[in-house]
């Protein structure tokens, strides 16, 4: 199965991306009258995503008249948008690094650590997820731990479908206990099943890293929110509440024989 393009990470939107699929299975230049016929748009609208997909080369045009047509370029082109993508992201990263460097040179810049902060939508729990990263590349022995629903595990990485990759990256371990087998582990990373029999699983993942715990739920209109509490004694107990569970489990291989 092919993974899902995330269109967004070059700029575009879903109505950008159906304007170019329009143009692309047409066999001729489109008028934009055209294709906001096909495309079921205002005009005004499909006008402003044919603007942007022509300055990132995605469309070409002609004139025939006093008509300006449209056609799709090369799918090829996403992959160089893709690459440049990349490449503007690595250098916000040497960028940041420096940045950082000169605040570290000019005093100290810890920031005292509050005792709770809340997060709610998918923009801000992928802000927290972000805090998991930076949280774990700091410590000793860069593992955190993680317990999971099933059913709640979709709606957190949407805004942030590259953490696992990112994590792996940074050399991040992560020791997890679902609910429900997830089939292939992914890379650093240890898996085990907690059986609820004829329980249903809670909506809840839990996220215990650093000297953090991080809560996370959904509202009843399936939008995430999560809390994540700063301290040390607190994070202690509920690390060592879950080492003890997850010694009293059998590994995802053994549990299948």
Same mark, same amino acid.
């Given at each position: 199965?092919?993974?899902?393009?995330?269109?967004?990470?070059?700029?575009? =939107?879903?109505?950008?991306?159906?304007? !170019?699929? #329009?143009? @692309? *299975?047409?066999?001729?230049? +489109?008028? %934009?009258?055209?294709?906001?016929?096909?495309?079921?748009?205002?005009?005004?609208?499909?006008?402003?995503?044919?603007?942007?997909?022509?300055?990132?080369?995605?469309?070409?045009?002609?004139?025939?008249?006093?008509?300006?047509?449209?056609?799709?370029?090369?799918?090829?082109?996403?992959?160089?948008?893709?690459?440049?993508?990349?490449?503007?992201?690595?250098? =916000?990263?040497?960028?940041?690094?420096? !940045?950082? #460097?000169? @605040? *570290?040179?000019?005093?100290? +810049?810890? %920031?005292?650590?509050?005792?709770?902060?809340?997060?709610?939508?998918?923009?801000?729990?992928?802000?927290?997820?972000?805090?998991?990263?930076?949280?774990?590349?700091?410590?000793?022995?860069?593992?955190?731990?993680?317990?999971?629903?099933?059913?709640?595990?979709?709606?957190?990485?949407?805004?942030?479908?590259?953490?696992?990759?990112?994590?792996?990256?940074?050399?991040?371990?992560?020791?997890?206990?679902?609910?429900?087998?997830?089939?292939?582990?992914?890379?650093?990373?240890?898996?085990?099943?907690?059986?609820?029999?004829?329980?249903?699983?809670?909506?809840?993942?839990?996220?215990?890293?650093?000297?953090?715990?991080?809560?996370?739920?959904?509202?009843?209109?399936?939008?995430?929110?999560?809390?994540?509490?700063?301290?040390?004694?607190?994070?202690?107990?509920?690390?060592?509440?879950?080492?003890?569970?997850?010694?009293?489990?059998?590994?995802?291989?053994?549990?299948?024989?």
């Amino acid at each position: 199965m092919s993974r899902t393009f995330d269109y967004n990470l070059i700029g575009l =939107s879903l109505r950008d991306i159906r304007v !170019y699929e #329009a143009l @692309l *299975k047409s066999q001729e230049t +489109t008028s %934009v009258r055209s294709i906001a016929e096909t495309t079921n748009m205002n005009r005004g609208v499909v006008f402003e995503s044919i603007k942007k997909l022509t300055e990132l080369g995605l469309l070409g045009s002609n004139q025939r008249g006093k008509q300006k047509r449209f056609f799709a370029n090369d799918p090829n082109v996403l992959k160089g948008l893709v690459r440049a993508r990349q490449d503007e992201l690595l250098r =916000s990263e040497q960028a940041v690094d420096e !940045y950082i #460097a000169s @605040l *570290k040179a000019h005093g100290k +810049t810890a %920031v005292p650590p509050q005792f709770a902060a809340m997060y709610e939508g998918e923009e801000e729990i992928a802000a927290l997820l972000r805090d998991v990263l930076a949280t774990v590349s700091a410590l000793p022995g860069k593992s955190y731990c993680i317990i999971s629903a099933a059913d709640i595990r979709g709606y957190l990485y949407r805004k942030f479908s590259s953490f696992t990759r990112q994590r792996v990256k940074l050399g991040l371990h992560v020791r997890s206990i679902g609910t429900k087998s997830s089939g292939e582990a992914a890379p650093l990373s240890e898996r085990k099943v907690l059986p609820l029999d004829s329980l249903s699983a809670p909506a809840c993942y839990v996220i215990i890293y650093g000297n953090k715990v991080a809560q996370i739920s959904l509202h009843d209109n399936l939008v995430p929110y999560g809390i994540v509490t700063h301290n040390q004694e607190l994070t202690r107990l509920q690390q060592l509440l879950f080492d003890r569970l997850w010694d009293s489990l059998p590994s995802e291989s053994d549990d299948q024989g």
